[in-house]
Each structure stands twice: as structure tokens, then as C-alpha cells.
């Protein structure tokens, strides 16, 4: 007889995993649409039942062999838990994290000011095997931003599951060519989707692991689209703003006014903006590079008005006991130990509710999360009546736009506004001005000619 799984607390166990937002969104949808599946058919939840479910699965849904292995994982990660709670182990990391983790003392990101891209030790990903934690420790003892660690380990476990064998064995040139073609062909991805995923195959076998692929040869190359970003006109920029409020509407502003990537906006601290010399600092940007940029005189007051909100919010946390105070990076929160309390450390956009980190267990007042705002940008841009996808990344875009229909001189601007090194259109540098000039006048001239559109800077 099939021994019969209990697992009541699963989703509260998922909830404080380790894993990555979307994959533990994912794994959410399948243990729950498995669990429905055997209330349906009278069985227990068991490994005979979960080959069953996956069975039906894949006869009724026909998927993709990618999709049906995302379906494998979410069950096996359910079993695989439940079996840790039955012998009554400790449930918040998963339990092949546990062996091979990566201690962070040696993640902490590398550069002037503060490391803004690993914003909590929770957000780290965990290795599942020794093979993972030697790639895990080569990138953060390279100070490689947190969303790099995602990228890389996620192509090395798709490889992986594809090639069918386990570890370092599936990074062999046929095989990356195999899973090269099979990206091209039979899941269309985009030509940067590819090459993102040969490179860092190709830097987890050579750097990572040493090995020397030689030629990986010929495969077939996705096709590359070229696509123009979306542009909202300075009408459609009003009607887009009318419909925000509060304190959504001044992140939309300074998104918009400094030219500011979300990531960016979300982790500001109250020091970084300088608001007598009308400039906000990025700190540990795209690349590990700080920069500053224009903060409008238009918004100075808004904001003044927004910081004493904070303020009380930030006074009455220190009356709670209980709260640990704003996450700091690792160095500086053992050189200084109270900075988590100081005001000048506190995120610009804090959220209303108080989190526990699922790691270290400490309570702390993390920033907005960033699916939040996007949220609240799309549905303005639905509710303006646009016929154009609005996203965050959308008022970077109107914002150099605007700027060139206006006839600003972009480098006489770019001088005068921030003179260290601020470049809001993209990876041109104010060290770089001829080849910067040049993009822009091609740009203004394609601009002119197609007044309805514009393309990628």
C-alpha cells in the first residue's frame, strides 16, 4: 500500500524557502493544482499518485519537455519537504540548501558606497550541490551582482535537466550546442535570450569549473528582433500621470525626471538624495558604477513632504524593540553596528508593512517591493486609455525623448546637470562624448523623420 504524504504547512514552508519569487510562484500553482487533482480523483498524496497526476499532466496539457520538468521539480520539491518534516527537521531552507550553502561573507558586493543590487541576505539564491556552490562562491568572491548569480545558476540547471546527466558532466561542447539548438527551435527564444545563456555556460565551465570547451561549433541562432521601445508623448505623459496619487505618483515623477531604472529608484536612501544641489545619487548601478542624476526643482517640495512622512515612520520604529533596524550590507553592519538605526541609511520608499527575514529572522522595514509600483504603472497606463504597454522602464525612454524634442542640447545637459558621469539613455559616458554625440544626433534625426516613433538607444 502507497504511504500517504501529510504536508499542511506547505505553503507556509514555500513562502520562506529560498527560492526565487517567480520559481516559488510556480511551484505554488503545481503543488496546488496536484493537491486539487488528487482531492478529485479519492487518493492520498503520495509517489504513486504524483506519478499519476504527472502522467495525466502530460497526456491532457501536452507541454513542452521544459514546462513538464518545472512540473516534476514543484512535486519532488513538495516530497522532498514533507519527508524533512516527518523526520522533524527545520523546514525554512530546503533541505539540499543546507549542505553545500554559500556563506555571504564573501558575497557582499565590491564598490564605492554601498552594495544596493543584494539588497537583503534573503534574496540570495542557495546551492543544491557542491558543483553549485563552487559557481555560487567564484561569483561572489567576484562581487557579481545578485541578479547575475540567478541568471548563471538558472542556464547551468537547465542545462542540466536537458542533457539529462548531473553536474559538471552536461558542460561538454556537444551538449551546449545541443541545448543551444533546442532554445532556437523549439522554445524561439529571443537571439539575446541565447547568447545570455552561451555565455554564461561558457563562464561557469571555464572560470567556475576550468574546464576547456575548445569550439562548441555550429548551431542554429536565434532570431534577432529588433524591437523599438515604447514611447509615451508628452499628452499621453500628462494623462499617465493623472491617473496616479500619493506617494506612487512621486516615484513616478522621479523615475521620470531623473531618468531613474526601477531597481534603482526602489533601493534610494535618504542619503542619496542631495536635494540643495538638486541631484540623486545611484549608488552601485548598472555595472558597479555610482553616478548622479538630475532631481527637478519642481518635485523639491513634494519630496520634503514625503521625507516627514518617513520620518515619523522612521521615529516610531525605534520605539519598537523588536524591529533590527534597515538592512545594511554585511561590512558595514559589523563596522558599524547601529547604522541600521541612523536615519541617513533609511530607504526613501519604505514599505508600510513589517517583514521577518526568512534567513536571519529578524524583523526589518524593507523597501517597496518593485512588483508593487510596475503594478501600479500599468494599470495607470490602462486607465489613461493608452493603446501602448506602459511599464516603469517607459518613463526612462519619454524622459530622453521629451528631452531631444524640446531641442536640449543632451551633452551640454548631461555637463551642466551632473558633471561627474550621468548618462540616463543608456551606456554612454560623459568620457565618451563623441561616440555619445554621434547616437544621439542618429537618434534625433530618426526622430524627425518618424515623429510617431523612435528607436532603441
Given at each position: 500500500?502507497?504511504?500517504?504524504?501529510h504536508f499542511p504547512r506547505w505553503a507556509e514552508v514555500l513562502a520562506d524557502s529560498g527560492l526565487?519569487?517567480?520559481?516559488?510562484?510556480?511551484?505554488?500553482?503545481?503543488?496546488?493544482?496536484?493537491?486539487?487533482?488528487?482531492?478529485?480523483?479519492?487518493?492520498?498524496?503520495?509517489?504513486?499518485?504524483?506519478?499519476?497526476?504527472?502522467?495525466?499532466?502530460?497526456?491532457?496539457?501536452?507541454?513542452?519537455?521544459?514546462?513538464?520538468?518545472?512540473?516534476?521539480?514543484?512535486?519532488?520539491?513538495?516530497?522532498?519537504?514533507?519527508?524533512?518534516?516527518?523526520?522533524?527537521?527545520?523546514?525554512?531552507?530546503?533541505?539540499?540548501?543546507?549542505?553545500?550553502?554559500?556563506?555571504?561573507?564573501?558575497?557582499?558586493?565590491?564598490?564605492?558606497?554601498?552594495?544596493?543590487?543584494?539588497?537583503?541576505?534573503?534574496?540570495?539564491?542557495?546551492?543544491?550541490?557542491?558543483?553549485?556552490?563552487?559557481?555560487?562562491?567564484?561569483?561572489?568572491?567576484?562581487?557579481?551582482?545578485?541578479?547575475?548569480?540567478?541568471?548563471?545558476?538558472?542556464?547551468?540547471?537547465?542545462?542540466?535537466?536537458?542533457?539529462?546527466?548531473?553536474?559538471?558532466?552536461?558542460?561538454?561542447?556537444?551538449?551546449?550546442?545541443?541545448?543551444?539548438?533546442?532554445?532556437?527551435?523549439?522554445?524561439?527564444?529571443?537571439?539575446?535570450?541565447?547568447?545570455?545563456?552561451?555565455?554564461?555556460?561558457?563562464?561557469?565551465?571555464?572560470?567556475?569549473?576550468?574546464?576547456?570547451?575548445?569550439?562548441?561549433?555550429?548551431?542554429?541562432?536565434?532570431?534577432?528582433?529588433?524591437?523599438?521601445?515604447?514611447?509615451?508623448?508628452?499628452?499621453?505623459?500628462?494623462?499617465?500621470?493623472?491617473?496616479?496619487?500619493?506617494?506612487?505618483?512621486?516615484?513616478?515623477?522621479?523615475?521620470?525626471?531623473a531618468g531613474l531604472r526601477v531597481s534603482e529608484l526602489m533601493r534610494l536612501r535618504i542619503q542619496?538624495?542631495?536635494?540643495?544641489?538638486?541631484?540623486?545619487?545611484?549608488?552601485?548601478?548598472?555595472?558597479?558604477?555610482?553616478?548622479?542624476?538630475?532631481?527637478?526643482?519642481?518635485?523639491?517640495?513634494?519630496?520634503?513632504?514625503?521625507?516627514?512622512?518617513?520620518?515619523?515612520?522612521?521615529?516610531?520604529?525605534?520605539?519598537?524593540?523588536?524591529?533590527?533596524?534597515?538592512?545594511?550590507?554585511?561590512?558595514?553592519?559589523?563596522?558599524?553596528?547601529?547604522?541600521?538605526?541612523?536615519?541617513?541609511?533609511?530607504?526613501?520608499?519604505?514599505?508600510?508593512?513589517?517583514?521577518?527575514?526568512?534567513?536571519?529572522?529578524?524583523?526589518?522595514?524593507?523597501?517597496?517591493?518593485?512588483?508593487?509600483?510596475?503594478?501600479?504603472?500599468?494599470?495607470?497606463?490602462?486607465?489613461?486609455?493608452?493603446?501602448?504597454?506602459?511599464?516603469?522602464?517607459?518613463?526612462?525612454?519619454?524622459?530622453?525623448?521629451?528631452?531631444?524634442?524640446?531641442?536640449?542640447?543632451?551633452?551640454?545637459?548631461?555637463?551642466?546637470?551632473?558633471?561627474?558621469?550621468?548618462?540616463?539613455?543608456?551606456?554612454?559616458?560623459?568620457?565618451?562624448?563623441?561616440?555619445?554625440?554621434?547616437?544621439?544626433?542618429?537618434?534625433?534625426?530618426?526622430?524627425?523623420?518618424?515623429?510617431?516613433?523612435?528607436?532603441?538607444?
Amino acid at each position: 500500500m502507497a504511504k500517504v504524504i501529510h504536508f499542511p504547512r506547505w505553503a507556509e514552508v514555500l513562502a520562506d524557502s529560498g527560492l526565487e519569487s517567480k520559481e516559488r510562484e510556480g511551484f505554488r500553482v503545481t503543488i496546488r493544482w496536484y493537491l486539487s487533482w488528487c482531492a478529485r480523483s479519492g487518493v492520498g498524496c503520495s509517489f504513486e499518485s504524483a506519478k499519476a497526476f504527472i502522467t495525466w499532466a502530460e497526456k491532457t496539457k501536452q507541454p513542452n519537455e521544459w514546462v513538464l520538468e518545472r512540473w516534476r521539480e514543484a512535486i519532488r520539491w513538495f516530497f522532498r519537504m514533507a519527508n524533512v518534516q516527518a523526520k522533524g527537521g527545520a523546514l525554512s531552507v530546503p533541505v539540499e540548501s543546507r549542505e553545500w550553502k554559500v556563506e555571504s561573507g564573501t558575497g557582499a558586493k565590491r564598490c564605492k558606497g554601498y552594495a544596493s543590487e543584494n539588497d537583503t541576505e534573503a534574496e540570495r539564491i542557495q546551492a543544491r550541490s557542491e558543483d553549485e556552490a563552487t559557481i555560487l562562491k567564484l561569483m561572489r568572491r567576484r562581487g557579481m551582482a545578485l541578479k547575475t548569480e540567478r541568471t548563471y545558476l538558472r542556464w547551468y540547471r537547465d542545462l542540466i535537466r536537458h542533457a539529462g546527466v548531473h553536474g559538471r558532466d552536461a558542460l561538454t561542447p556537444a551538449r551546449i550546442r545541443a541545448f543551444l539548438d533546442y532554445l532556437a527551435m523549439e522554445r524561439a527564444v529571443a537571439s539575446s535570450t541565447q547568447k545570455q545563456a552561451l555565455n554564461s555556460l561558457v563562464f561557469v565551465a571555464q572560470e567556475a569549473f576550468e574546464l576547456d570547451l575548445g569550439e562548441i561549433g555550429e548551431f542554429v541562432r536565434a532570431k534577432n528582433r529588433k524591437k523599438i521601445p515604447v514611447v509615451m508623448d508628452k499628452a499621453e505623459t500628462r494623462a499617465f500621470f493623472a491617473q496616479l496619487s500619493g506617494e506612487k505618483l512621486l516615484m513616478a515623477n522621479l523615475q521620470y525626471a531623473a531618468g531613474l531604472r526601477v531597481s534603482e529608484l526602489m533601493r534610494l536612501r535618504i542619503q542619496d538624495l542631495d536635494l540643495r544641489r538638486n541631484q540623486v545619487v545611484v549608488r552601485c548601478g548598472k555595472g558597479g558604477k555610482d553616478r548622479a542624476a538630475p532631481l527637478s526643482e519642481k518635485l523639491i517640495a513634494a519630496i520634503e513632504t514625503h521625507l516627514m512622512a518617513v520620518r515619523g515612520l522612521f521615529e516610531q520604529d525605534l520605539t519598537n524593540v523588536e524591529l533590527s533596524g534597515v538592512y545594511l550590507p554585511e561590512a558595514l553592519a559589523r563596522k558599524h553596528k547601529n547604522a541600521g538605526k541612523d536615519w541617513r541609511w533609511q530607504w526613501v520608499w519604505p514599505s508600510r508593512e513589517i517583514s521577518r527575514d526568512p534567513r536571519s529572522g529578524l524583523l526589518r522595514r524593507h523597501h517597496v517591493l518593485p512588483q508593487v509600483y510596475q503594478s501600479a504603472v500599468r494599470k495607470a497606463g490602462i486607465g489613461a486609455g493608452l493603446n501602448k504597454r506602459i511599464t516603469s522602464h517607459t518613463l526612462r525612454h519619454s524622459f530622453a525623448t521629451h528631452l531631444l524634442e524640446d531641442g536640449v542640447d543632451i551633452v551640454q545637459f548631461i555637463a551642466q546637470r551632473a558633471p561627474m558621469n550621468f548618462h540616463p539613455f543608456g551606456a554612454c559616458a560623459i568620457f565618451a562624448l563623441p561616440r555619445c554625440v554621434e547616437r544621439f544626433r542618429t537618434y534625433w534625426g530618426m526622430l524627425r523623420s518618424r515623429p510617431h516613433r523612435s528607436i532603441r538607444m
